[in-house]
């Protein structure tokens, strides 16, 4: 599968974004979807996770509240909505696919993703 990211962008703290992520192929819920982020100077992390049936969601504990992870599986896309943005938040943020996680399963780590989008850059402005 393909991935690609975006919708990142810059925005003032407090404001609202909205990434989405494309996949390519006809097999979208054969995968459960991620959201990671690197900040500058930093490792990647996890934000959040979405089951291959959307029914079950994690997050990370800086975002849970303000962000939204979410997912259609007839138009093959994953969104993430973020709200209440701090500067904190300033990332690199990619989507990944897990190929192996069942259909009610989430996946928090990065070497469970076997596949990755190119990113797309958050800028919060404080």
């Known amino acids: 599968v393909q991935l690609q990211a975006s919708g990142g962008g810059l925005v003032q703290a407090g404001g609202s974004l909205r990434l989405s992520c494309a996949a390519s192929g006809r097999t979208f819920d054969w995968y459960c979807m991620g959201w990671f982020r690197q900040a500058p100077g930093k490792e990647r992390e996890f934000v959040a996770s979405i089951s291959r049936s959307g029914g079950r969601t994690d997050y990370t504990g800086s975002v849970k509240g303000r962000f939204t992870i979410s997912r259609d599986n007839v138009r093959n896309t994953v969104s993430l909505q973020m709200n209440s943005l701090k500067a904190e938040d300033t990332a690199v943020y990619y989507c990944?696919?897990?190929?192996?996680?069942?259909?009610?399963?989430?996946?928090?780590?990065?070497?469970?993703?076997?596949?990755w989008g190119q990113g797309t850059l958050v800028t919060v402005s404080s």
């Open positions: 990944a696919a897990d190929r192996d996680a069942l259909w009610a399963a989430v996946s928090t780590t990065e070497t469970s993703y076997d596949y």
